[in-house]
């Protein structure tokens, strides 16, 4: 079962680069280089949240007596809050630019397709405990 879950990541994180690309050949220059500069900060600043999240599991994990199954309910409870928080914010991002609606259309597909592939993946490691 978790071979199932690695594959379905894999396969997800592909294809969702793939759909991503697609969506990226449909803008214009000008549009290309508004995404690239409004999403900069972005691009810098949004993995601090989630290493500061892997940290804190990590270091409860391995330095604590906490329940162990109380820990990964809460880590991939807030890991999930983090995906739809980022989610909403490049939405919202997206629409600030003006970037054309089969753009936006194309980039929450990809964005759905990847949250399925981790979905099943901690379904499928999480499936056998």
Not at 6 to 29: H, P, Q
Request: hydrophobic content about 55%; aromatic content about 14%.
């Amino acid at each position: 079962m978790q071979m199932s879950g690695f594959v379905a990541l894999l396969a997800a994180i592909v294809a969702s680069r793939m759909i991503n690309e697609r969506g990226y050949r449909l803008l214009d220059s000008d549009a290309k280089l508004r995404l690239m500069d409004g999403f900069s900060k972005t691009r810098s600043y949004s993995m601090i949240p989630l290493l500061i999240l892997i940290a804190a599991y990590w270091y409860l994990i391995t330095q604590t007596s906490l329940d162990k199954q109380l820990l990964n309910i809460g880590y991939f409870g807030l890991l999930i809050v983090y995906v739809v928080v980022r989610s909403i914010l490049n939405q919202t991002k997206l629409t600030q630019l003006a970037m054309p609606a089969d753009y936006r259309r194309m980039f929450s597909i990809g964005q759905v397709v990847s949250f399925l592939g981790i979905a099943w993946f901690f379904f499928a490691v999480f499936h056998d405990m």
